[in-house]
């Protein structure tokens, strides 16, 4: 293999990711991500020569990604939150720019409201715990925990929490049912649950259906059974004052959505919020 330039080694990934119908952006990340360095710094190195050792292992894995569809982000073992790099792995679903919206939500309003201090949110179905985290680390006043049903899962997020030495407090198991257990009486209940139906799943991507763990991804009833087990787990908390409850929905969601928050808390405030490509995303609601 010959000594090759920046650009000549991105024009070869640009065409073989074309070849196989894959997004172009990908041979510059993963080039970034072997020559570790910065987005800015990059784009200044085109004719610099890239040494034969990072040609070989970048090569190889726009291969990879090319032949199989492995998430960029499993290749390189990041993606970057709210400004934020978080490992992942196999078993957390990848974040998504929409969940960031999600997270800016929960800040905004408990900075808008009057909840007192410390107040007291749980992230439901944590995964990587970039939810969590980010909340921890932007609201000083915030007692943060977090739960998952799956433990490998949980590894990751506190592997996550400590890299970024954010105090969040995880437990194992089914939605809601640990700080039940715990009797934790949260003011704000914020979740991006699995969402997909089951018959949508050949419609999706094979980077996504194939490597995204599937219990992060798809729920039964139509993909409403998560939110109809989270709400109905919060009902069961002791109540008090205001809560909210903020979830991430799929774009065809918020009729339903909003119907089971109201059989379960008809006098609540619900709101349905767009997302930065004008879908709805977000419910949130005032219990």
């Given at each position: 293999?010959a000594?090759?330039k920046?650009?000549?080694?991105?024009?070869?990934?640009?065409?073989?990711?074309k070849k196989?119908n894959r997004e172009?952006?990908?041979a510059?990340?993963?080039?970034?991500?072997?020559?570790?360095?910065?987005?800015?710094?990059?784009y200044?190195m085109?004719?610099?020569?890239?040494?034969l050792v990072?040609q070989?292992?970048f090569k190889a894995?726009v291969?990879?990604?090319?032949?199989?569809?492995?998430?960029?982000q499993?290749?390189?073992?990041?993606?970057?939150?709210?400004?934020?790099r978080?490992q992942v792995n196999?078993?957390?679903?990848?974040?998504r720019?929409?969940?960031e919206?999600?997270?800016?939500?929960?800040?905004q309003q408990?900075?808008?409201?009057?909840?007192?201090?410390?107040?007291?949110?749980?992230d439901?179905?944590t995964?990587?715990g970039?939810?969590?985290?980010?909340?921890?680390?932007?609201?000083?006043?915030?007692?943060i925990?977090?739960?998952?049903?799956s433990?490998t899962?949980?590894?990751?997020?506190?592997?996550?929490?400590?890299?970024h030495?954010a105090?969040?407090?995880?437990s194992q198991?089914?939605f809601?049912?640990p700080?039940?257990?715990q009797?934790?009486?949260?003011h704000?209940?914020?979740?991006?649950?699995?969402?997909?139906?089951?018959?949508?799943?050949?419609?999706l991507?094979d980077?996504?259906?194939?490597?995204?763990?599937?219990i992060?991804l798809?729920?039964?009833?139509?993909?409403?059974?998560a939110?109809?087990?989270?709400?109905?787990?919060?009902?069961?908390?002791?109540e008090?004052?205001e809560r909210?409850?903020c979830?991430?929905?799929?774009?065809d969601?918020?009729?339903?959505?909003?119907?089971?928050?109201?059989?379960?808390?008809?006098y609540?405030?619900?709101?349905?919020?767009?997302?930065?490509?004008n879908?709805?995303?977000i419910?949130?609601?005032?219990?």
């Amino acid at each position: 293999m010959a000594i090759e330039k920046q650009y000549e080694v991105l024009s070869w990934a640009f065409s073989f990711l074309k070849k196989y119908n894959r997004e172009e952006k990908v041979a510059e990340i993963l080039l970034q991500h072997h020559l570790q360095v910065a987005r800015s710094h990059f784009y200044t190195m085109m004719q610099e020569e890239v040494p034969l050792v990072v040609q070989e292992k970048f090569k190889a894995d726009v291969k990879e990604h090319a032949f199989t569809g492995v998430p960029v982000q499993h290749l390189t073992g990041y993606e970057y939150f709210y400004g934020r790099r978080f490992q992942v792995n196999q078993h957390v679903l990848i974040p998504r720019p929409e969940t960031e919206e999600l997270v800016e939500h929960v800040i905004q309003q408990v900075r808008k409201k009057c909840f007192p201090s410390p107040i007291t949110i749980v992230d439901i179905g944590t995964g990587s715990g970039v939810i969590a985290i980010t909340l921890a680390l932007e609201l000083s006043n915030a007692i943060i925990y977090a739960t998952d049903i799956s433990t490998t899962a949980l590894q990751m997020a506190k592997k996550n929490a400590e890299i970024h030495q954010a105090s969040v407090h995880f437990s194992q198991g089914d939605f809601l049912r640990p700080i039940c257990e715990q009797r934790i009486n949260p003011h704000i209940i914020v979740s991006n649950p699995p969402y997909i139906k089951e018959a949508d799943k050949e419609g999706l991507l094979d980077t996504v259906k194939n490597y995204d763990p599937a219990i992060a991804l798809f729920a039964n009833r139509n993909g409403l059974e998560a939110y109809e087990k989270i709400i109905s787990q919060t009902k069961k908390l002791e109540e008090f004052g205001e809560r909210l409850l903020c979830f991430e929905i799929g774009y065809d969601q918020a009729t339903a959505v909003t119907s089971l928050i109201n059989q379960q808390f008809p006098y609540s405030e619900i709101k349905t919020i767009k997302d930065i490509n004008n879908r709805d995303r977000i419910i949130s609601a005032q219990l």
